[in-house]
């Protein structure tokens, strides 16, 4: 049933989009700077070479990313934001806001239990 609805629900369209335990994190450096495959790859330390090309191909096939090639010897790719992945950074800076209440309701919670 959710399936059906992809597309025209805006939230199971962007579930959907954002499936992927690396795909926000991704978002997150790309939004900083275009980043190549290695920096990204450092960036998110315990990530595989595998992991990390198969979430960069499904994020440039939903349109989130952009893959640019610079012919020069040796070869150069460079990931970016496409238009719509910077139309993503206000929920970027709104994620990183209540990650960081969640972060404080967790210290006061084990706080209350020590």
């Not at 335990?21 to 070479?49: C, G, V, Y």
């Not at 206000?90 to 020590?114: C, M, N, Q, R, T």
């Amino acid at each position: 049933m959710q399936e059906d609805l992809f597309g025209r629900c805006p939230y199971v369209t962007a579930q959907k989009l954002l499936t992927g335990k690396w795909t926000l994190l991704i978002m997150h450096h790309l939004s900083l700077k275009p980043m190549r495959f290695n920096e990204l790859q450092r960036a998110l330390d315990n990530l595989t070479h595998a992991t990390l090309t198969k979430q960069l191909r499904m994020m440039e096939e939903n349109g989130l990313i952009v893959r640019t090639v610079y012919t020069q010897i040796p070869p150069r790719v460079e990931y970016a934001l496409s238009r719509l992945g910077e139309h993503f950074k206000p929920v970027l800076d709104a994620l990183e806001v209540w990650g960081s209440e969640y972060i404080e309701f967790l210290k006061k919670k084990a706080g209350h239990l020590s």
